[in-house]
């Protein structure tokens, strides 16, 4: 494995399986049970291990009402990563469920969007429609961490290493930023919440939840064009993530982790096929 080629692994630490299709898609009232997961995302070679997003804690979920399987910083340490010790964090966006365990990352410094923290911290959050996703706790640690220098601010797209980068495509947020990272398999596009299901990128469906609803459909180009193929876009909570991609750790029906740069080993191709007829 070459030093700009990575190994990247999905951590699934927390799953929501009481919802419905009216839950994750615009103007679709089905009462179809549609289940999401939660993830954090590990980029490691020989030189540097990343991860993307922090995940939220059991506190949070006690405060929401959505339990987790696994603190996130224990879903890195059954894989062999100690938290404590990672030096480089991409936080793709401030939502709780991203950017909601940062206590577990103390040596990190974190890459984020200028337009993320100028977002969350603005005149936006008086908006009950646009502040529900954030915490108030989370966002106010972040602010502690630029005040302590551990914060480095991408203004649009940027390369974080070798091999992996970061690009805006905010939508969702307005500071969202997805990730690539070069692999064996060619880029491989880490969506985070540019795209929540594959049915969102490959049916050009709305999420209930966004900033600029023209920055989601412009993103979902944005995908398909840094990916090497599409197979390589990997959606921030679909839990066919978990059937597509082989289980390297844990169980299906607990945390998990999969690992997505060689590609997927389930049919991809036909699944998003048929979101297209």
Not at 32 to 47: K, M, Q, S
Not at 188 to 207: G, M
Not at 212 to 230: H, N
Not at 240 to 263: H, N
Request: with cysteine; hydrophobic share 45%.
């Amino acid at each position: 494995m070459g030093h700009d080629t990575y190994e990247v692994y999905a951590l699934r630490y927390a799953e929501r399986p009481a919802r419905v299709r009216a839950d994750s898609f615009l103007f679709d009232d089905h009462e179809a049970p549609h289940p999401i997961d939660y993830f954090l995302w590990v980029l490691r070679n020989e030189r540097r291990i990343i991860v993307v997003d922090t995940g939220y804690d059991r506190a949070e979920g006690d405060r929401r009402g959505r339990p987790i399987l696994r603190e996130p910083g224990a879903c890195l340490a059954d894989f062999g990563i100690a938290a404590d010790s990672v030096e480089t964090v991409i936080l793709t966006h401030l939502h709780y469920d991203h950017a909601g365990a940062l206590d577990q990352f103390p040596a990190a410094r974190f890459h984020l969007q200028s337009a993320e923290m100028a977002f969350a911290t603005g005149s936006c959050m008086c908006e009950r429609a646009l502040n529900h996703p954030f915490s108030v706790r989370h966002v106010c640690r972040m602010v502690e961490h630029v005040y302590a220098g551990r914060v480095q601010f991408h203004d649009g797209d940027a390369e974080v290493a070798p091999g992996v980068e970061v690009f805006a495509t905010g939508g969702h947020s307005l500071g969202l930023q997805a990730v690539r990272a070069r692999t064996v398999a060619g880029w491989l596009v880490l969506a985070s919440d540019a795209a929540h299901f594959y049915e969102n990128f490959a049916a050009r469906k709305l999420f209930p939840i966004m900033a600029d609803p023209v920055s989601v459909l412009r993103g979902y180009d944005r995908l398909a064009a840094l990916a090497s193929r599409r197979e390589l876009i990997v959606p921030g909570h679909d839990p066919m993530v978990c059937e597509m991609f082989p289980k390297v750790a844990g169980e299906r029906t607990g945390a998990s982790v999969y690992r997505l740069d060689k590609g997927p080993v389930g049919p991809l191709a036909r699944y998003l096929d048929g979101f297209a007829s």
